[in-house]
């Protein structure tokens, strides 16, 4: 940026500040991000986008930009070019984002590219924050708990290729009114050894006296309180993690293991300011499942609960061997695909209700590349085959074949 525009202290508009390394001809002309210093009446967005930095003075510099006097800021991304990573400079990442504390009246945070091992806990004073995105950050280990930021509707996680615990220092056990009590939209993708919310809670972490009703319980009284839309990615490690059973919007697993919505699917219980139950997933409206290994089926219990569902997308999943759909309680389901799923021989709780039960609503219903036993039920479909089919006629956009 060009040196003396921190003179302009009147300025409210932005966008982008760009920092750079000082080592042309022309260096005495580029302003550091101390320009910022009285910059105090700067309001909406602003991105710092770091495309070279000097080490031995970027710090001061950083430390003198003093965006916690910028009261009227509401957007804040810091990102580091991909080919400034060194590992030589992980203490210095971790210096400059300590140093771009923002004023707690920041209501949205994005951090991409950042090449330190922990996230600066002055996170934690934002009170006011309602986005949160922290992504290809691939040395990142340690991130500050999150989950009592009063305000915080949305959080995403992507590209952090060391993080295997989400709070790794926490331990949760919070009730339902102080753990993310506002958090409406997860998305986490692209976290390989992502294993679980909390150590503590992790099955790679409990005893060998621990049994599998211990986690679920701890997993229980973790269960988010308001979250209604949840996407999870590439992350086929994450097998314990904070239940989710007030989901209303949609639900998205690919790359990914089943267990977390096993988990959901099979509670009893939750923990809430209300007396009364909440079926699990009962306001659910499309379910996405593309790719899941360790997936042979889905409670039937779990799946009579979903009687908000519209759509239901099945891909790729070749170790799913049966479907129970239930008769009753599935009546909103509008749209359903199963395909690529070559162990799966029934979508149907029981033999009477044929190969698939009556959903009322039914408008699409497309089953593609399944078991050689589906296969053979499925050839020559329509009259020759009603015994098989009974609860098809009122579909008006049938696709069934094995290719």
Known sequence: MPRG????????????FVVAKKRSPK??????????????ELRGRLEIRVKGYEGGSCVSEFEGAQLMDKQYLRSLTVRWDPELDSDSDIDLYDKML????PNSNLQELRVEGYGGMRFPSWVLDLSNLVRIRVQRCRRLKHIPPLDGIPSLEELGIGELDDLE???????????????????KRLHIEYCGRLKGWWKRWSRDEMNDDSDESTIE???????????SSLCIFSCPNLTSMPLFPTLD??????????????????MTSTVSSSSSFIRPLSKLKSLDIYSIDDMESLPEVGLQNLSSLQQLSIYECESLKSLPLPDQGMHSLQKLEVVGCRELKSLSESES?????????????RIKGCSEELRGRTRGWGKESEEEWPNIKHIPDIVIDYC
Not at 98 to 101: M, T
Not at 353 to 365: D, E, F, T, V, W
């Open 165 to 183: 615990y989400i709070d790794s220092e926490g331990v949760g056990g919070k009730g339902a009114s102080m753990f993310f009590p506002s958090l």
């Open 27 to 40: 260096s005495e002309m580029i302003g550091g991000l101390d320009e910022l210093r009285m910059l105090n």
């Open 249 to 266: 919007e949609g639900l998205d697993l690919t790359f990914s293991s089943s267990m977390p919505l096993q988990q959901t699917m099979k």
């Open 5 to 16: 525009i921190g003179k302009l202290t009147s300025l409210q508009t932005l966008s982008c």
């Open 98 to 101: 300590q140093s771009l504390r």
């Open 217 to 227: 319980e701890g997993l229980r009284m973790l269960s988010f309180p308001r979250l």
């Open 353 to 365: 209700q044929g190969m698939i039960p009556y959903l009322p609503a039914l408008q699409l219903l």
